[in-house]
């Protein structure tokens, strides 16, 4: 079949899973109702590491976050997986399962109907320690240093006795299996995710850390405009933020310690983890219309370039992500003056709130005379910040609100627009209340942009837009 590069790609069916949110529909009454889903970490044991004032690698300075709590269920009859499959396995794994099926079933698309070798999946993951990994690790590193301490106090002891604490040690911790290990490795969450639901075309797995969903759609587009795939699944999971992960990660972007994010507002001090995911099922626009699917909105264009992690320093540098957003807008031919809805990364991390501040500036236009101007919103300032998954959190947000013409809410906490987005000048403004998106048949279609940074690795920039039969 012939494709272009240019070919729009249509949303067909979609399904996730955020805080406070158990499906799409409640991640939009969410989204439209400004409502927080911000709470405590799970873990009843958590109070133990809380300390605001330390400086230490293993104390947190809050135990707040988007946390899925109640959501974060499987059931894997569903799926037919053995016990063994499941024993030390990475429940990321089964969140991406559980989307992708969803997200098949929004569509309407019958798995068994899946065209053969030509229904691929790409995921977007980025985990520096998850469940798989920890048990790998505890097996063989954790438990031997167990040992060697005990032996250093204990020397006289008996190799026998040595041999028997390590086989309790090791009875304590889930069995270490082949599948288990495999689930530790993106590639291979990707491979069982595509293997379940019967895919039998390319799976893959994308780490681009904050960038990976975004990445992993334009991986999906591009097999799509390619011709090698006629459906393609992509999304991202960020799923069980253990403690320890949260360690690490609070050391690489500062937390806040209020009761949410307040992202690109005067207030933003730091960000705050959530767990969740997402899935998309794409399809070539004109296949879309021949077959009869519900088009929820068009995938027209995705940025992407090298992330900086200079930008980072005293003065964050916003060329990367200037160029990302130029090269989105181009591959979608949209004017960045007829993009209506900004879903901002806005992590609400200052320095990284200030380089996306400093390119939106450059990129769109100054507003002049009583032009209707720019809806700017994070998403993360009701959830939490996503990580791997940030970005189709942002999706499926501009998504929606294309498929439903409504404009959603800016969460209260980034009211206080920062001071170059709340210049007179600023094409930008904020709302505290969804209003219906109205765009007259003359104007150009509705059109919404989503943002995505990972200084360390990439930027990206996506452009949605209205399917023109919406109008």
Known sequence: MPTSLQDDIAIVGMACRFAGAADIAAFWRNVVAGKSAIGEHPNPRAPRVLDTSSPRFDRLSTLRGGYLRELNTFAPGVFGLTPEALAGA??????????AADALRHAGIDREALPAG?????????????????????????????????????????????????????SALPPLLAPGLRSAFGHAIAGQCAAALALSGPASAVDAGAASALLALRAAMDELRLGRCDVALAGAVQNCTSLHVLMGLACLLPFTTRDAPAPLSRDADGTLPGEGGGFLVLKRRRDAEKDGNTIFALLKGIGVTAGDASALGVRPDPRGLVAAMQFGQDEASADPATIRLVEAHGSAVPREDQLEINALRQVFPDRTG??????????????????????????????????????????????????????????????????????????????????????????????????????
């Open 118 to 170: 030509r229904a691929g999946l790409v995921l977007g993951y980025s985990s520096p320690l998850n469940a798989a990994t920890a048990n790998w690790l505890q097996h063989g590193l954790v438990v031997d240093q167990t040992v060697a301490i005990l032996q250093r106090f204990f020397p006289t002891a008996a190799e026998a006795q040595l041999t028997e604490f390590r086989q309790v040690l090791k």
């Open 370 to 471: 009583p032009a209707a101007g720019t809806l700017i919103g994070s998403v993360k300032a009701q959830i939490g910040h996503c990580f791997a998954a940030a970005g189709i959190a942002g999706i499926v947000k501009a998504a929606l609100a294309l498929h439903h013409r409504i404009l959603p809410p800016t969460a209260p906490t980034a009211g206080r627009l920062q001071a170059r987005l709340a210049q007179a000048s600023s094409p930008f403004y904020v709302d505290t209340a969804p209003r219906p998106w109205v765009q007259g048949r003359r104007q150009p279609p509705r059109r919404a942009a989503v943002n995505a940074i990972e200084c360390a690795c990439a930027h990206a920039h996506a452009v949605l837009e209205e399917h023109p039969e919406r109008r």
């Open 90 to 99: 990475n429940p990321d794994q089964f969140l991406a399962l559980q989307l």
